[in-house]
């Protein structure tokens, strides 16, 4: 017998932990490899393209999220349909660029960035035009083009190749160090410049190549290219130096390639090729400023929007077909593309995602990971799929808040894969397991709850949560009454004869109304209803359980009187509230219970039928429930604050049909409400007169006040 109990209990214990123990062997598994695909695709060349587009998405969605002020440095002068209307068609002649410049100098503008270069010859006339107003304003940045490929380079031909590199030369960065990166993905072969007198008479002139990502969306651009052993600016960046005036900056350099740019006293974060995350402004048309070239040329432009600024001069026209997708919008113009650049970079509001950030990522992966291998086993399928939910909505929450207050970029979409797996891990674990699940039921809980219980939870295994869960339920405590006094007078077997037919009829009564047998405290029973099968009335199943209680407690003591045993009394308790259920103990020896403060509260509302002189004392939760079946026979007994509860809670007497006439009840309340109404003088004597009659324990508590009372009655405290 002792082998097959022993057998039953591993049996029990095996299902309740091997499920768990593989959820998280798997879960670490799992973790594991997220981590090392992770960093395979960030620090070695290894891509990942399904989970490295999903990323950018994710970026794009954090970059519309962006609550960013509108551009205060940067206007764009649009050359637009209107311009078109006005001067002709595009490429227009260096003779209405130098207009355009003559204009935008007049109206106070900073400086002066062209969107358009010059690469060619149109007349000696023209182009000497041009070259004079712009060395004149000394405040205009010209743009070039490097170029990627050695075939486009070799088209050029070496003059034209060492031409561009002669005239760009001057504002290179040089590599202080004299070191050459490693790992350089954005080498170029040579440079299509401005004609020679076009770029020696710009205050500066950088390049302007840009290349989108893998999924077509330009999300960041090179502030700095490489080409032979020496680096050289943007075009934006030559931009930001005209404006603050900063001849002295730097580039920093690892032996990986670059680290950041130092641009007047601001330090803006570049990844090993150079690159710049831009922090985009909003919407074309609307994160900047913009005035129409005509009106430039017209003088009608609004002086506020160039005095003092920087005006991008650029493209919008669908016709010139100069278009960028960004996050914002598949058919942006160029020109905002730029803009949004130079804005960053003047005013420092900034996203990054430093050298250092994959590793960050990677632990949170790990974090995450361990804290759902943690949890998920605690929790059913439901419960792990709301614990998913929360830690992915969670974990973007957080994602967006260092995006939005800090610019910094961090990994969501590893963190969510490992969310995902693990989850779907533990539910085809769970799955797995349900079949056993059933097998086991019948013999974890047929000690425990009443035979039809246990065939409802086999035949719906999922209404059992193992672990805890919290839940609606009705607890019933019942104590014998003077049990030790009981006890010391009578013979030990013939005391375990007693109670060992006492429980098991008192057992029988909570079956018998679908009610679970917790556990045994000495003398004492706890019963719940409402689980582990819900059942909707089990308010009113634990009060019939009582009364049937009572019932049977008579028979008993017919019989104990012929046997010369002494008879007994008990007291019963009930409460209805939110409770923990569930099976808790260790994982080889476990009891399924509930607990929770309506737990405790079910055993002192027992504890104060001594007080009262009752059988049973439900609270008023449990009589909302059931008044409507119980009016008849029950009443309202006091108000009382128990111990650990800062709320009063009204208790009611339960009492079997008939046990009070109807005047006895009439009169009872008048008294009653006569005392809640502070008439203590008539209270007292109607409380007096119905004890005399009736012997009524109630009637003889209530009779002793004579005031407001504050009286301790065990472990509560009389609130009127």
């Known amino acids: ?8 209990q591993g049996a029990r214990a095996w299902f309740i932990v091997a499920p768990a123990r593989m959820t998280r062997s798997f879960g670490i598994v799992i973790t594991l490899a997220v981590c090392a695909l992770f960093l395979a695709a960030n620090l070695v060349p290894f891509e990942v393209p399904l989970l490295d587009l999903l990323e950018l998405k994710t970026y794009d969605m954090r970059m ?307 804290l759902m291998i943690w949890l998920l086993p605690r929790f059913g399928v439901s419960g792990g799929g709301l614990l998913a939910a929360a830690l992915l909505a969670g974990y973007i929450a957080f994602a967006m808040y260092l995006f939005r207050s800090e610019g910094l970029w961090v990994n969501i979409v590893y963190p969510a894969l490992v969310i995902v797996l693990l989850f779907a891990t533990a539910t085809l674990v769970s799955y797995f397991f349900t079949h056993s699940e059933k097998r086991y039921l019948k013999v974890a809980f047929q000690h425990y709850v009443p035979p039809a219980v246990v065939e409802d939870l086999v035949a719906e295994a999922g209404a059992l949560r193992l672990g805890g869960e919290k839940r609606e339920l009705t607890v019933l405590f019942s104590d014998i009454r003077g049990f030790t006094t009981l006890s010391e007078g009578m013979q030990p077997e013939d005391l375990v004869k007693l109670m060992n037919e006492y429980f098991t009829v008192m057992t029988e009564r909570v079956f018998a109304h679908r009610g679970s047998l917790d ?105 909302e429930r059931v008044k409507a079946e119980f009016a008849a026979n029950s009443r309202e007994v006091d108000s009382v604050r128990v111990r650990g509860r800062e709320q009063p809670v009204r208790l009611y007497e339960l009492y079997a049909e008939g046990k009070f006439t109807a005047e006895f009840l009439e009169e009872y309340r008048q008294a009653y409400a006569a005392m809640n109404a502070g008439d203590y003088a008539r209270s007292v004597a109607m409380f007096e007169k119905l004890q005399a009659q009736n012997g009524d324990g109630v009637s003889a508590f209530h009779a002793q006040r004579r005031g407001p009372d504050k009286r301790r009655v065990g472990e509560a405290t009389i609130m009127s």
């Open 64 to 370: 519309r999220a962006l609550d960013t002020p509108r551009a205060r440095h940067v206007t764009i002068a649009a050359v637009d349909e209107p311009s078109l209307a006005r001067v002709g068609r595009f490429p227009w002649s260096r003779a209405v660029h130098a207009d355009i410049a003559r204009r935008l100098d007049e109206a106070g503008v900073k400086v002066i960035a062209f969107d358009i270069f010059f690469p060619e010859r149109e007349s000696p006339k023209a182009d000497t035009q041009l070259a004079r107003v712009l060395g004149s304003t000394k405040k205009a940045v010209l743009s070039t083009v490097f170029l990627m490929n050695s075939r486009d380079a070799r088209f050029l031909g070496d003059s034209g190749v060492q031409a561009g590199l002669k005239a760009i030369a001057p504002q290179a960065i040089a590599d202080a160090g004299g070191r050459k990166p490693r790992n350089v993905n954005l080498e170029t072969f040579g440079v299509l410049a401005n004609i020679p007198e076009l770029q020696k008479s710009a205050a500066y002139a950088g390049h302007i190549n840009v290349a989108p990502d893998a999924d077509g969306i330009y999300r960041r651009v090179p502030l700095v290219m490489i080409h032979g052993d020496r680096y050289f600016p943007s075009s934006d960046v030559q931009v930001a130096r005209a404006f603050y005036e900063d001849k002295d900056f730097a580039l920093n350099l690892d032996q990986y390639g670059t680290v950041s740019l130092m641009l007047a006293g601001r330090e803006f974060p570049l990844d090993v090729d150079g690159q710049f995350l831009v922090r985009y402004r909003g919407r074309p048309g609307v994160a900047f400023d913009t005035v129409s070239v005509s009106d430039i040329l017209d003088r009608k432009a609004d002086p506020a929007l160039l005095r003092d600024r920087v005006v991008l001069i650029g493209g919008t026209a669908a016709a010139l077909g100069d278009i960028r997708a960004t996050p914002f919008d598949a058919a942006s113009p160029g020109v905002e593309l730029r803009a949004s650049v130079i804005e960053n970079l003047l005013d420092g509001n900034l996203v990054y995602r430093p050298d250092w950030m994959p590793l960050v990522d990677v632990a949170l992966v790990a974090i995450i990971g361990l």
């Open 519 to 623: 556990k045994y405290i000495g003398d004492a029973i706890m019963a719940v209803y409402g689980a582990p099968v819900v059942e909707s009335d089990h308010p009113a199943l634990a009060c019939r359980s009582a009364l049937d209680m009572m019932r049977a407690l008579d028979e008993l003591q017919k019989k104990w009187q012929l046997a010369g045993l002494p008879k007994i009394g008990i007291g019963v308790g009930i409460n209805t509230g939110q409770v923990v259920v569930g099976n808790m103990g260790s994982a080889t020896r476990f009891n399924y219970t509930v607990v929770g403060d309506h737990v405790n509260l079910a055993s002192r509302i027992e504890s104060l039928n001594k007080a009262y002189g009752t059988s049973i004392l439900i609270s008023e939760y449990t009589y």
């Open 1 to 8: 017998m002792a082998e097959n109990t022993s057998k039953k």
